[in-house]
């Protein structure tokens, strides 16, 4: 027992001591050990102390002689991964060690195609840190890593203008053989940015004129697209202005793309910027007038309630008598009492007769037809209206937030042109007015009907605008920083 403890601290004296060597990058400790343990390296992926192998550590501190050898010995290790699943690779890449990269390319190539826990590959590391040489030699190591993106979608020519590099970007557009044409036009999986779009949105003048210059971008210019709709012109048009947006204006401009947006008439401009004065919006004003809305509400749902079983002109009464004068039958009523109905004759020589008016009834509803009938309607929708608003501000909703403020004051202006309505329609059932008179009332209702639905119109589309807006803005990442 005593000796198995021996053998296990001993093995755990050389793994330090391997470790320690590759830290140091000095080979002849990494020979002796091997002398000593010629099975050390094929044991490094089973110890759970270290969160990765020496291999990893003489890659990213750039030993090319003690990785030879790990490599000579066991070249396995190039494909072992390390807490963040980066593999060798990776890190020599980052740090711009080619003639690490390239030895790792002859014994393992196959980790060109690993991603670690970012989803990004060896190629992604050396654009983002803007290694060209290793760029260039991962490609010609394994070209189909050139369509390779990363996490969010991105392939190395998004990583290149993200990340400011130029130079590199140049050289991937010279690899046509290797088809990057297709990589010039591809949008990210996020919104769907095309490297111009990324170009624009970090004010990379000298990228945006190199860009231009090339005919597959520039000719598709206008009709590359995010998922907002956006082009590259609209994008220019949008951004805040200073130098830099003027001179990606004009370089736009050089090869044939307005950038102006089209501007409205003076007259257009102000009569919208009165209407959005008058119609501001104001939560918290709502919200203190309460009280006075629940009321305003609880007198037109009453006003409304009494006009429905009161309605203008009177209901027939009971005990309806024929004229003692009058011998028509026609003024007879049905027998049955004092709650009998008036007969009705259907036809001109008043002989078919059925139930007609019968006491209760409105009076107005036999004398004017169709007036009554849009009494009705209009003193209805006046009542549910009314009564929904003094219902939500009874329930305690609270009026601050915009949709609500918007159906409150919707609900209200209903409530009250249809009021309105009511009052004129009921003027002309108890009113001998005439026939123009009483086409400047339907002429009045309509205008004061037509008045509300335009403004509910407005409101509610803009709410919808500013919602979509709203949503469009979470989604679009304007990129200011690597």
């Not at 020979?31 to 550590?57: A, G, M, W, Y």
């Not at 009705?376 to 909703?397: E, K, Q, R």
Request: glycine residues 6%; aromatic residues 8%; positive net charge.
């Amino acid at each position: 027992m005593e000796i198995k403890i021996v053998d296990n601290n001993e093995e755990e004296e050389r793994m330090r001591d391997l470790y320690d060597a590759a830290l140091k990058g000095c080979v002849s400790t990494l020979n002796t050990l091997l002398q000593q343990d010629p099975l050390i390296l094929h044991r490094v992926s089973s110890q759970t102390t270290f969160f990765e192998t020496p291999l990893h550590k003489s890659s990213l501190l750039g030993h090319l002689e003690f990785t030879k050898t790990l490599l000579a010995r066991c070249p396995k290790l190039g494909l072992e991964l390390d807490s963040f699943r980066s593999t060798p690779l990776h890190l020599a890449s980052a740090q711009g060690h080619i003639d690490i990269v390239k030895e790792l390319l002859k014994s393992c190539g196959e980790a060109c195609f690993f991603r670690d826990q970012e989803h990004k590959i060896p190629l992604h590391y050396a654009v983002i840190r803007g290694r060209r040489d290793v760029v260039l030699e991962l490609i010609r190591a394994k070209p189909e890593s050139l369509t390779f993106r990363d996490d969010k979608g991105k392939n190395i020519l998004h990583l290149c203008v993200m990340y400011n590099h130029l130079e590199i970007l140049k050289e991937l557009e010279a690899f046509t053989h290797y088809d990057t044409n297709n990589l010039l036009t591809e949008g990210d999986s996020d919104v769907k940015n095309t490297i111009l779009h990324l170009a624009i949105m970090l004010k990379q003048v000298e990228t945006v004129r190199y860009l231009m210059s090339i005919p597959k971008i520039r000719s598709e210019a206008l009709n590359l697209k995010n998922n907002m709709g956006y082009s590259a012109r609209d994008i220019v048009a949008q951004i805040p202005k200073d130098s830099m947006s003027l001179e990606m204006q004009v370089i736009l401009m050089e090869f044939g793309i307005n950038c102006e947006k089209k501007e409205e008439s003076w007259w257009q401009r102000k009569v919208f910027n009165r209407i959005d004065k008058w119609l501001v919006y104001n939560g918290e004003q709502l919200e203190q007038m309460r009280g006075n809305i629940c009321t305003v509400a609880s007198v037109i749902s009453t006003i409304s309630f009494q006009a429905a079983l009161n309605p203008p002109g009177s209901v027939i009464q009971q005990n309806i008598k024929s004229s003692n004068n009058s011998s028509d039958p026609s003024f007879n009523t049905f027998p049955g009492g004092p709650f009998a109905c008036l007969p009705w004759f259907s036809d001109v020589n008043r002989k078919n007769h059925t139930k007609g008016p019968c006491p209760g009834q409105a009076i107005s509803s036999y004398m004017d037809p169709n007036a009554f009938k849009f009494f009705m309607l209009s003193n209805t929708i006046s009542f549910l209206a009314s009564l929904g608003i003094a219902l939500l501000i009874v329930l305690g909703v609270p009026l601050h937030r915009r949709s609500v403020s918007c159906m409150v004051s919707q609900g209200m202006g209903l409530s009250m042109s249809c009021l309105i309505s009511s009052y004129l329609l009921g003027v002309r059932l108890v009113s001998p007015i005439g026939h123009y008179q009483y086409k400047a009332i339907v002429i009045t209702i309509f205008i004061v009907n037509g008045l509300h639905a335009l403004i509910g119109i407005y409101v509610s589309v803009k709410l919808v605008m500013e919602k979509v807006k709203k949503k469009q803005n979470k989604q679009v990442k304007v990129y200011t920083s690597p």
